[in-house]
């Protein structure tokens, strides 16, 4: 085992001149860390064991290479092994001085994580630097037998959260479920073909700033979640050997839903993960989709459902909801949507000679539709005159409120996709539109009936005052007769 080790760690000639006599007599003892460390990238560096554990690393005699006035830490315990790994790992111009170009502060990122002794009730790290790189034989993340490689990660991650006994210890309402979704996920099954550029747990998560969804900072806090999965799917080059899209997040942005979470931090509008779930990241199945978007859309997906087009849309094999809206570049919905005119949503399937039910149905439709509104809009013309020439209104506007309401219904009723009753509901704001209309033609006939009046009295007023005018001038003039 020795001489296997020994000429393993000679063969390389970098080392010729090293002077590590830990290592030396630790290899003679067949000392496992020794053996491990042959892989280390630390010692790769020129780094000993005493860069860890303290001690004279240029004495042969264990009573002064260990002692402790060579200043010989012994075994760290606990906080006590991540802190001597942030010694250097924490410290970027000591990192520099090695020639190290990576990232550094991952202790202190660690301790401000989710994994950081602030996590735990007895104030110490859920995870130490070792529980996911190891101590002795730590590897470059970029060698593939790295526990931290984008292939093993997945396991290292699992160990803990795969393992509900283990987790209950610390929060027993957490989810154990991460690795068995995962598998069933898009990014999973491709990573059990060996793919390592698929999303791993630490491509959402990251490695050492792991975050709860809730916090701000968070890569998985909902507002930054379009970033977190765009460094992969906004990125055409990395995309590029799979064949899909890679505008979803720049559509999503210009989306109702994106400008509602993004732009007005409207929570309950959803991000990438409400559609796609956390861990079983597949798009959604043409049999889920409406699920997903009924969760919200709750009365949508209702009426859809009990609808002459779920049927048809099943057999052809077409998603509910998206056929009509899209995913990504959900738009507002407009009374434009129905249409049966050339490039109109309802022209895909309906026209006189194709689907001719749902055609004439559609027609009548925004027919209705575009009733409503011209009803609603001369209503409201109506009223306005009536209050230019003094006449009070506001019951009337109120009243006209109502109108507006039943245009909302309307907006959910069409997914009945049933004349009949869509025109139960338009009838009812019609109603009220053709009421309040006769009631401001009432209130402006009543002004000019009014105004009348006033002219016939002033006529009549000015009439008597100047035969009141006369007859006093006739009195006036008597006594000069006399
Ligand atoms: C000449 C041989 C020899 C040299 C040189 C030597 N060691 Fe050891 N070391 C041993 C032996 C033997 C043990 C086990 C004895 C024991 O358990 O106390 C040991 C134990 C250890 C332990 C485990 C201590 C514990 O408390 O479990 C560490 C860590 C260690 N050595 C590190 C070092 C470092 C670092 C150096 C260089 C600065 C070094 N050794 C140099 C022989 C050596
Ligand atoms: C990068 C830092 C680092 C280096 C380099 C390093 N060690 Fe360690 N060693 C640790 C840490 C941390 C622990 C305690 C935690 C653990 O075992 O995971 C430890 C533990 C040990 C133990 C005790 C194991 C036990 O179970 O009690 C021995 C023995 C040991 N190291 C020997 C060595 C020897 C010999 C070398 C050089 C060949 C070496 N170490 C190099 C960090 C290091
Ligand atoms: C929960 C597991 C975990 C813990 C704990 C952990 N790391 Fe990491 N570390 C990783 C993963 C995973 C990567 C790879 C990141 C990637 O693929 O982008 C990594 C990468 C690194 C790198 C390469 C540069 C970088 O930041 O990507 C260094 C250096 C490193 N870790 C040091 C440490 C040190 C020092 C500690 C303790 C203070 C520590 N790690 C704690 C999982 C962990
Ligand atoms: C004496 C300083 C020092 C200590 C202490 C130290 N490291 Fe390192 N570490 C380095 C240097 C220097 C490198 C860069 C090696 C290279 O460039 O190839 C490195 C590289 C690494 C890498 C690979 C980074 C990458 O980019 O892939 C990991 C992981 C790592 N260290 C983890 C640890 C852990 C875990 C500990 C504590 C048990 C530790 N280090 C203690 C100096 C140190
Ligand atoms: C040593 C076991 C262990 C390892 C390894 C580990 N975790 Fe954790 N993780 C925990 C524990 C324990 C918690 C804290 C649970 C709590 O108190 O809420 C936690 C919390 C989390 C949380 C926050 C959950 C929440 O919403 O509060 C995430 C996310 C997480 N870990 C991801 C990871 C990832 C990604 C990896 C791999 C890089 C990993 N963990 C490795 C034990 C571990
Ligand atoms: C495609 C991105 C992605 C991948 C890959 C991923 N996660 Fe998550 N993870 C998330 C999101 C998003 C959430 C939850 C956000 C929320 O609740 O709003 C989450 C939540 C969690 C939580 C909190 C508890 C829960 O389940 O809600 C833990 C723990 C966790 N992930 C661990 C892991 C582990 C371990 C892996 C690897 C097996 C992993 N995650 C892979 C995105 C991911
Ligand atoms: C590390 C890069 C990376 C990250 C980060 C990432 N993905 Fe992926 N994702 C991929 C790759 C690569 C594929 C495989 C593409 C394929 O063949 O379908 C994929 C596939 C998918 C698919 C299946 C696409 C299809 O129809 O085949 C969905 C959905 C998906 N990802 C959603 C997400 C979501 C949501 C997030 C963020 C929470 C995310 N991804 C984060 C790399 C990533
Ligand atoms: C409102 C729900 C919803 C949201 C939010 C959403 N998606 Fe999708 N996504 C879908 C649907 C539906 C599909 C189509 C699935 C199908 O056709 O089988 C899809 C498909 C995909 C695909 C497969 C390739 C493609 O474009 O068809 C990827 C990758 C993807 N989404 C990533 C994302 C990312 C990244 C985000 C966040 C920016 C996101 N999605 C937000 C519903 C959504
Ligand atoms: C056949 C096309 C079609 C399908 C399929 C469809 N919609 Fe609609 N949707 C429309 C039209 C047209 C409007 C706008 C009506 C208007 O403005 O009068 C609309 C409006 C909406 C609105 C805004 C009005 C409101 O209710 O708040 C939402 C939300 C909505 N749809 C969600 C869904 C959901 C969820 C599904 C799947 C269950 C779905 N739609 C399926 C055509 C469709
Ligand atoms: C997590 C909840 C949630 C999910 C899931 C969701 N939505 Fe939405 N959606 C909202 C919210 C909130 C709004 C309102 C945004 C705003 O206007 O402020 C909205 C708005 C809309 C609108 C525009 C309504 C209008 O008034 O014009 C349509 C259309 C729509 N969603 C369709 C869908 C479809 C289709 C899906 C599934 C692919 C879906 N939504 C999934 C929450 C959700
Ligand atoms: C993807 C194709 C498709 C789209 C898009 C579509 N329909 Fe249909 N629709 C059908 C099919 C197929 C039928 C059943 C056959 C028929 O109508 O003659 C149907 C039936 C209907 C019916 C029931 C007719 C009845 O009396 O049984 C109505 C109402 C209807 N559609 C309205 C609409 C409206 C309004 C739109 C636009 C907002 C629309 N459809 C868009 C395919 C579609």
Redesign the pocket.
Known sequence: MFIAAALLLFSEPSFGQRVDECLDCHLSLDTPQAIKFKFD??R??G?SCA??HGGNKRSDDMDVAMSKSAGFLGVPKTNE??E??????NDEE??RS??????TG?YDNLLASVHGEGSTTAGENIA???T????HG??????PK?P?SPLNVVGTCARCHDDPGYMRQYNPSLPTDQLSKYRTSVHGLLHAKKDPKVATCVSCHTAHTIKPPDDATSSIYAENIPTTCGRCHSDPEYMASYHIPTDQVEQYRKSVHGIALLEKHDASAPTCNDCHGNHGAFPPGVESISNVCGTCHALNAELFRKSPHKKVFDERNLPECETCHGNHDIQPATIEMISVEKGGLCARCHSSSSNPKGYKAALAMRSLLDSLVSSYANAERLLDVAEQKGMEVEDERFALRDVNQVRLQARTAVHAFNLAKFHETVDKGLKIAEDTKAAGRAAIDEFYFRRWGLAVATLIITFLVIVLFLYIKKIERKPNTT
Do not use: E, F, W
């Open positions: 990238v630390h790769k560096k780094l860069d860890c092994i991540s001597r790994c942030g010694k250097c790992h000591k990192m090695y020639g190290y170009t990576g990232p991952q130490q630097c070792t996911c790189h190891g101590a730590v590897r470059k993340v970029s060698d790295s931290v």
